[in-house]
Nanobody, 125 residues
Framework: QVQLVESGGGLVQAGGSLRLSCAASGRTFSNYSMGWFRQAPGKEREFVAAVSTSGAIIYYGDSVKGRFTISRDNAKNTVYLQMNSLKPEDTAVYYC??????????????????WGQGTQVTVSS
């Protein structure tokens, strides 16, 4: 199993930037596909970004495309989410997710079986 811990959330003004980190335990981080999801109060969990084990495959949700960047450093057992041009509607709890090896649909939260506790991102207007 892998344990995931998110960090980097906080309060930022609209138009600003944040970088989230997801630190994973274990020796086989490079064997996990990784994703970022977010959930705002009263809304369903929303796909944000995902990256394959090698980093060769990357997906973004339509609402963040062109503003957010996902990356991974397998040597550091860490996946990152760089968030630029933040909007108030980006306010949510952001979750890191993982699945060993393959993912049939990177955009579906049900594809992942390991989750972090989440980190709060609040964007003020």
């Amino acid at each position: 199993q892998v344990q995931l811990v998110e960090s980097g959330g906080g309060l930022v003004q609209a138009g600003g930037s944040l970088r989230l980190s997801c630190a994973a335990s274990g020796r086989t981080f490079s064997n996990y596909s990784m994703g970022w999801f977010r959930q705002a109060p009263g809304k369903e969990r929303e796909f944000v970004a995902a990256v394959s084990t090698s980093g060769a495959i990357i997906y973004y949700g339509d609402s963040v495309k062109g503003r957010f960047t996902i990356s991974r450093d397998n040597a550091k057992n860490t996946v990152y989410l760089q968030m630029n041009s933040l909007k108030p509607e980006d306010t949510a709890v952001y979750y890191c997710a993982a699945r060993y090896y393959t993912v049939s649909n990177y955009l579906n939260s049900r594809s992942y079986n390991y989750w972090g506790q989440g980190t709060q991102v609040t964007v003020s207007s």
